[in-house]
């Protein structure tokens, strides 16, 4: 398995973007306490401290308690260490990835978490996600496809790579259209929405206006993105860490930013772009207010002791040279005009990885690679990815789709040094 050792230091460069990050935490000679708000850090009102001397432990306790348990422990620790609470290590049973495994089956016993991006299903859906590309090809046709459904075929075609070499494999969703609750959003909004409005109330996540608002006012467009999405975010960390797998591949297709932006408004077109890049993103890269959550602060801790981002890089730095070498599609250069980049990354030491703190790179544990493999957009993948070639148990797609795959899967093998034959 490729693992990039990181020092503690290394860590905390990757992951801090903003200095504001640095008024949520202090690190002491024995150990690194977190602080509620910036406030609480003024005021030496300390909300947990992790003693160096028992990072295994917490480490542990990371692989065997569910978040909210976990945060509830640590809040009660508050500065105290874990053995004075009695708590000892946890039996916790070692990723399977740990174990070596015959040729013919190199990746038996390996859990490989899967997360088909966005939802996809029809175009009215997808211009309600605006993840669609409706463009004009090289024959000068009026073509459409959309993001959803080329990362959920990319998804199964890698699933059917892997699982004959003995992979145990999990998709966070399973068919055009689904979200991560089993059903297409509009079914959700038919049947769950008003109890999941009712319960984010409950929950402190929302206020009574904001509610009211999205029960009597809100268009279906504005309760997608502004409400549902985050749910359906951490419903997909939900299913992969309860799977617990030895790593998870978050699947995705990009766009051009400035060709993005220049759509044309009134018949949604957006024409080609000589631009293609590809790129990766691991965890890190916190912004200033982005320690405000109970639940990101968990997420930081973690990731500071854990090794999960030193084996995302691991990860993240096969798949993003398989995008460059199989696939043909330039690594981003860290300094281009993305706002993306330029406001929301960390450059890593691998070229065409960036540390960037999205709900999925946080919320999952142990190694993430959230990939965006090339531009849907541009000229020459337009033509590449309107043409319908592959049947998969009825799901059709472009043959492009299938090197995506195959990039992926190379990726993966690499990184348990397996060399494909």
């Given amino acids: 398995m490729k693992t990039i050792e990181l020092t503690q230091q290394e860590r905390l460069n990757l992951l801090i973007r903003h200095e504001g990050v640095k008024d949520y935490f202090r690190v002491e000679n024995d150990g690194l306490s977190m602080f509620a708000s910036p406030q609480d850090k003024a005021a030496g009102n300390v909300e947990t401290k992790i003693f160096f001397n028992e990072v295994g432990l917490f480490t542990n306790l990371i692989n065997s308690l569910e978040p909210d348990s976990l945060f509830t422990l640590l809040a009660e620790k508050g500065i105290t260490k874990f053995s004075d609470h009695g708590i000892k290590n946890p039996k916790v049973s070692p990723k399977k990835s740990e174990f070596e495994n015959p040729i013919s089956t190199p990746l038996e016993g390996i859990k490989i978490a899967i997360d088909p991006g966005h939802v996809g299903g029809g175009m009215k859906l997808a211009m309600l996600e605006g993840k669609y590309i409706k463009s004009v090809n090289s024959n000068g046709d009026t073509v459409e496809f959309n993001e959803g459904n080329l990362a959920l075929l990319t ?8 699982e004959p070499l003995g992979a145990e494999v999990m998709l966070t969703r399973h068919r055009l259209g689904e979200t991560a609750f089993g059903k297409t959003f509009l079914e959700w909004l038919d049947q769950d929405f008003h109890h999941a409005i009712k319960s984010e109330q409950e929950n402190g996540n929302i206020d009574k206006k904001t509610a009211n608002y999205f029960l009597y006012k809100a268009t279906p467009s504005i309760i997608y993105h ?21 790593l998870s591949i978050v699947i995705h297709y990009n766009v ?25 993103f691991v965890p890190g890269s916190f912004l200033t207010k982005e320690l405000v959550e109970p639940r990101s602060r968990l997420e930081f801790l973690r990731l500071i002791f854990s090794d999960d981002l030193d084996k995302s890089l691991g990860l993240g730095e096969e798949i993003a040279r398989q995008f460059n070498d199989h696939l043909k599609v330039n690594y981003v250069h860290p300094k281009k005009n993305l706002s993306y980049i330029k406001h929301t ?77």
Avoid: H, W
């Avoid at 998804?155 to 892997?162: D, F, G, H, N, T």
């Fill in 155 to 162: 998804s199964k075609l890698l699933a059917s790579y892997l």
């Fill in 256 to 280: 051009d930013e400035t060709n993005y932006f220049d759509r044309t408004r009134s018949r949604k077109i957006i024409y080609p772009t000589a631009e293609n890049y590809s790129m990766v």
């Fill in 345 to 421: 990354t960390k450059e890593t030491p691998f070229e065409g990885v960036f540390s960037r703190n999205l709900v999925l790179t946080r919320l999952i544990r142990g190694p993430v690679c959230y990939g965006e493999p090339l531009c849907q957009d541009n000229i020459l993948e337009i033509d590449a990815l309107s043409a319908g070639e592959i049947d998969l148990n009825l799901l059709k797609g472009p043959k492009r789709v299938e090197e995506v795959a195959t990039a992926y899967f190379n990726g993966i093998l690499g990184y348990f040094g397996i060399v494909n034959q």
């Fill in 226 to 246: 502004r409400f549902f999405k985050g749910l359906d975010f951490k419903e997909r960390a939900k299913k992969i860490n309860e799977f617990n797998p030895d």
